[in-house]
């Protein structure tokens, strides 16, 4: 199985969406919450990215909810 991560805000509706499709197709994955967790953030900004959902999968990051890519890393 794979290892997924998904970097999010409280307020971010895209945040929202990415979860809820992983969730739809039964994806396992660890919510890191950049309002609530310092050391997301310290991810985040050391690898560059400025916003989030950041979705994490296998070491991979795929910045935005792109479902298309997000599918294809998992094999769906």
Request: aromatic share 6%; net charge negative; with cysteine.
């Amino acid at each position: 199985m794979k290892k997924v991560t998904v970097y999010t805000s409280n307020t971010c509706p895209h945040c929202k969406a990415a979860k809820n499709y992983l969730r739809e197709n039964n994806i396992d994955f660890e919510e890191k919450n950049v309002d609530e967790d310092r050391s997301a953030i310290d991810y985040l900004v050391e690898k560059g990215h400025r916003g989030v959902p950041v979705i994490t999968i296998d070491g991979e990051d795929i910045v935005g909810f792109n479902k298309e890519l997000v599918d294809e890393k998992l094999g769906l």
